[in-house]
T-cell receptor, first 116, second 115 residues
Framework: GENVEQHPSTLSVQEGDSAVIKCTYSDSASNYFPWYKQELGKGPQLIIDIRSNVGEKKDQRIAVTLNKTAKHFSLHITETQPEDSAVYFCAAALMYSGGGADGLTFGKGTHLIIQP | ETGVTQTPRHLVMGMTNKKSLKCEQHLGHNAMYWYKQSAKKPLELMFVYSLEERVENNSVPSRFSPECPNSSHLFLHLHTLQPEDSALYLC??????????????FGAGSRLTVL
C-alpha cells in the first residue's frame, strides 16, 4: 500500500518569511495530492491540491509543487502570517480516470509556528 | 462551521463504559468516514460508508462499531475500550466515492479519553 512521509514534524519561521513542507510517497501510481490545514480545536480543511498532470499550482500565498520522477511534493507558503500557524497534512491517493479513488493516505503532519 | 458536526466534542469514559460518538453532515454528501487521529501519527482511516453501506473496514477492533442509519448521520459506538484508544476521532464526508471529487470535509472531532 501507499506510504507517505512528511518533514519536518515542526517548523518555526519568522513572520513574513517563507515556509516549505515536504512529502514523499511510495506508490508511483498515486496521482492526487491534497494538503490539509488543521487549526487548533478544528478538523483538517483542504487548502490546495494537485494532480499528477501538472507540476505546480498556486493560490495566492500558497503553492504546491510535484516531482513525479522523485515521488515527492511540497507545500510552499510565502509571506507567512500569524494565522498560518497550524498543523499541515499532506496526503496521496490514486484517482481513477473514470472516476473513483482509493482512500487518502496521510502524512504525520507538520506543526507550523509563525514567530511574530 | 464546516457543515460536518460532531458530538460530543469531549468524552471521558472508563474501560467498561458504553458510549457513542455522533456525526451529522448538512452538505448532501453520499460518503462518510471515521478517522482516528493520534499524536505524531498519520490520520488512520477506520470506516467508510457510501450511501449508507459500509465499503471499508480497516481492521478496526470490534470494540468500535459504526452505524450509518442514513446518508446524513454516522455513529461510532464504543464499548470496553482501552487507554490506547484515547485519541481525536474525526468524521468526514465527501460528495461520493465514484465521481473522483474526493474532497473531504472534516468535522472538528471528538476528543476521547479512556481511563
Amino acid at each position: 500500500g501507499e506510504n507517505v512521509e512528511q518533514h519536518p514534524s515542526t517548523l518555526s519561521v519568522q513572520e513574513g518569511d517563507s515556509a516549505v513542507i515536504k512529502c514523499t510517497y511510495s506508490d508511483s501510481a498515486s496521482n492526487y495530492f491534497p494538503w490539509y490545514k488543521q487549526e487548533l480545536g478544528k478538523g483538517p480543511q483542504l487548502i490546495i491540491d494537485i494532480r499528477s498532470n501538472v507540476g505546480e499550482k498556486k493560490d495566492q500565498r500558497i503553492a504546491v509543487t510535484l516531482n513525479k520522477t522523485a515521488k515527492h511534493f511540497s507545500l510552499h507558503i510565502t509571506e507567512t502570517q500569524p494565522e498560518d500557524s497550524a498543523v499541515y497534512f499532506c496526503a496521496a491517493a490514486l484517482m481513477y480516470s473514470g472516476g473513483g479513488a482509493d482512500g487518502l493516505t496521510f502524512g504525520k503532519g507538520t506543526h507550523l509556528i509563525i514567530q511574530p | 462551521e464546516t457543515g460536518v458536526t460532531q458530538t460530543p466534542r469531549h468524552l471521558v469514559m472508563g474501560m467498561t463504559n458504553k458510549k457513542s460518538l455522533k456525526c451529522e453532515q448538512h452538505l448532501g454528501h453520499n460518503a462518510m468516514y471515521w478517522y482516528k487521529q493520534s499524536a505524531k501519527k498519520p490520520l488512520e482511516l477506520m470506516f467508510v460508508y457510501s450511501l449508507e453501506e459500509r465499503v471499508e473496514n480497516n481492521s478496526v477492533p470490534s470494540r468500535f462499531s459504526p452505524e450509518c442509519p442514513n446518508s446524513s448521520h454516522l455513529f461510532l459506538h464504543l464499548h470496553t475500550l482501552q487507554p490506547e484508544d484515547s485519541a481525536l476521532y474525526l468524521c468526514a464526508s465527501s460528495q461520493d466515492l465514484i465521481s473522483g471529487a474526493n474532497v473531504l470535509t472534516f468535522g472538528a472531532g471528538s476528543r476521547l479519553t479512556v481511563l
